[in-house]
Nanobody, 119 residues
Framework: VQLVESGGGLVQAGGSLRLSCAAS????????MGWYRQGPGMQRELVAR???????AYADSVKGRFSISRDNAKNTVYLQMNTLKTEDTAVYYC??????????????WGQGTQVTVSS
């Protein structure tokens, strides 16, 4: 199973980016999908997560600016990032908890995509 991310890049402060992450490579179901980020010299932190039923949770630092959504049919999660700030600069990682035939298979991570916000 692979998680493939796309959508990172360089943007000016105040701008927007949309990240996508698609899971593929097996027969599975996904409960929780989410995005984490790791800035320079920082620990990896949760940005946002969404469960299969649609409930969401956000880090306080991104509430009101970021929006997470998912397409269960495509096993894809999105992160719409608006009003970006320089402190949002980080490598963003997709995360998913996978189940195979109802049994927990494990936590999977994407390779990471760089988001750089310039002032």
């Amino acid at each position: 199973v692979q998680l493939v991310e796309s959508g990172g890049g360089l943007v000016q402060a105040g701008g927007s980016l949309r990240l996508s992450c698609a899971a593929s490579g097996g027969i599975f179901s996904i409960n929780t999908m989410g995005w984490y980020r790791q800035g320079p010299g920082m620990q990896r932190e949760l940005v946002a997560r969404i469960i299969s039923g649609g409930d969401t949770a956000y880090a306080d630092s991104v509430k009101g600016r970021f929006s997470i959504s998912r397409d269960n049919a495509k096993n894809t999660v999105y992160l719409q990032m608006n009003t970006l700030k320089t402190e949002d600069t980080a490598v963003y990682y997709c995360h998913a908890n996978l189940y195979v035939e109802g049994a927990y298979e494990g936590a999977y991570w994407g390779q990471g995509t760089q988001v750089t916000v310039s002032s």
